[in-house]
């Protein structure tokens, strides 16, 4: 999401959705690469070996993410439905 929020403006002026799309997959996935790459995460695996396994777990931790986000989403919709039907059936309903 913090990244969505700061990269907006950029990848926007791209016009191309699946452009845009790309920019959106590939960039948080880069990042977290980096991050564990540069980490010292399983250090005793070297090579194409590491390589892998830590662009595997990158891109677990994006599906991961995204997950978890979309049952935020649907937690959040729900809590709005119930919050809106209870008002409404403590105020009578509509009559």
């Known amino acids: ?6 990269a907006k403006r950029e990848v926007s002026q791209l ?6 799309l ?5 960039v948080p996935i880069a990042v977290t690469f980096v991050v564990l790459y540069r980490s010292c995460w399983h250090r005793e695996i070297t090579g194409a070996a590491r390589t892998g396994s830590v ?5 677990t931790i ?16 729900l809590v709005m439905c119930v919050c809106a039907f209870g008002v409404n059936a403590v105020t009578g309903g509509n009559h």
């Open 55 to 59: 662009l595997l777990l990158s891109c």
């Open 22 to 26: 790309l920019a959106y997959a590939i």
């Open 62 to 77: 994006l599906v991961g993410e995204l997950i978890a986000m979309g049952i935020l989403l649907c937690v959040a919709v």
């Open 1 to 6: 999401m913090i990244f969505y929020w700061v």
């Open 15 to 20: 016009q191309v959705w699946w452009a845009e």
